[in-house]
């Protein structure tokens, strides 16, 4: 399946073989990694779930790491329904158990690809037969009770203190957080030659590497077994059966359990650091995975003039110069630190000459009508903000977005829940109801208009009834509004087209 017109650029297909892969994504952002991973590595049997896409693609590490909209990328061992919960721990542990390692030929597969990946010399099928007996040992099998118990406070003195949230964030260990998801990492090593030890892998045929178990768990299962013990548990069998051994500090390989009431999965992080994290971006601002998906739907192609007129530190400019090179870009700001901070960023990406910045009002942009084919902006908001205490402001701001936008051009603001609410009382049609789940539902900012998997989105804009946007702003036609986590607050993605100059219609 080809990707969309003006999407991610395709990447040149290694020669790897097909592999399965799956990628974690801030919520609401997975159908834009679906359309993503189809586009850019040709990904096939893409399956999306919250916070998570699964595919299939023959991509090697440097396809797989450019991926933009993806948080974390994982090699996937295993994807399987949620797991039967029992007042009974100890059953529940080894099904755990069973689902880490239950087929020893899959693991050995999938190990071996896992080394191909970071370019290991050497194939994982040519391990020793010994080291195949040892993984096919049953994780319940006899052993004397001195050997057990040296085995269990091996792993129980190397659970980590820490846990880390998916958007790299660290938070305080799980025991102090009862109640709360995140993640629990049990580390064990091996003789695996470490990075730089200068060991001959041939010396050591075992299939030994340096490990940890970082596992989350949420549902059910969570009011059962806590993290820690649940990789314990993991690590004690991986340690008993494969013989390996603690590394805290820079284990070699990374067992990632995430349990829920909706799947279980299992996989294997391809990259120590989240993808999310651009080596590119000295001073961090909107967070990159959202501002690359704001720049996909801008429809920007070669030569087209793009601007953002509150571009704070010009992560949106960043994000769509790196993919799109062949366009133009303008960024405006009225804070001298702001521009500054953007200025620093762009010379760290080495975009000089792709970006220009000029200080300006976003009410009263010094550029001429019309002559922007694509207008992206995060429109600024929070306590050190007022936008949202100005009425006037909003539509102030959109009535001058949409002077400096060529008829056809595209429009795309992220907008906090409360100016979503206010440009939600724009668009709602007279005489109707708005065509798009209220954000004031129960269950918090629940998905407004978002894309399907293959990237469509339908217009807000539905059922008979002039729009009161079109009354407003007569040129700008709502084409989707995406609701999207910005880690502690929500937001919502929306989207415009330009159908005709103001007063022609």
Sequence with gaps: E????????PVKMSSAEPAW?????????????????????????????????FFRAAAGPGELRKLRSAERL???????????VSGNRGKMLHEIKSLVIEEPKYWLDIISVWRKLHGYKGETDDVSQENALVLKRKSEEETNTASKRQKTEQVRAIVSEECQGEAGETCVATKRMSGQECWTESKSSSEFPSKGSGENPAVNEKLSFSFRVSCRCSGAIAKILTPQEIGRAIGVMLVKQCGWRADLRDPDLEIFVHLNDVQSVVGIPLCRLPLANREYIKTAG???TVAWSMASLAEISAGALVLDPMCGLGTILLEAAKEWPEACYWGADISDS??????????????????????????????????????????PFGKKFKTTNDAQLLPDIL????????????LVLLLS??????????????????????????????????????????????????????????????????????????AFIHKYRKVSAPGLE
């Design 2 to 9: 080809e990707g969309p017109p003006h999407g991610p650029r």
């Design 21 to 53: 892969f799956f990628c974690t994504a801030g919520r609401g952002l997975e159908p834009f990694l679906a359309r993503e991973v189809r586009a850019r590595l040709g990904a096939t049997e893409v399956d999306c779930v919250s916070g998570k896409v």
């Design 74 to 84: 994982f090699l996937l061992l295993k994807k399987h329904s949620p797991l039967p």
């Design 286 to 288: 909107l967070r990159s």
């Design 338 to 379: 702001q521009l500054e901070g953007a200025d620093g960023n762009i010379q760290t990406a080495g975009l000089m000459d792709k970006i220009e910045l000029l200080k300006a009002s976003v009410k009263a942009l010094p550029l001429p009508s019309e002559s922007f084919d694509s207008v992206i902006s995060d429109i």
């Design 399 to 410: 009535q001058e977005m949409e002077r400096v936008l060529r008829v056809g051009g595209t």
């Design 417 to 490: 829940q409360e100016l979503h609410r206010r440009v939600d009382g724009l668009t709602r049609c007279a005489g109707g109801d708005s065509a798009e789940v209220s954000a004031d539902a129960d269950s918090g900012a629940a998905p407004a208009q978002a894309p399907s998997v293959d990237g469509n989105s339908s217009s807000l804009a539905q059922g008979g009834g002039e729009s009161i946007l079109s009354r407003h702003f007569g040129s700008l036609v709502p084409e989707g509004v995406y609701a999207v986590s910005l880690g502690k607050t929500d």
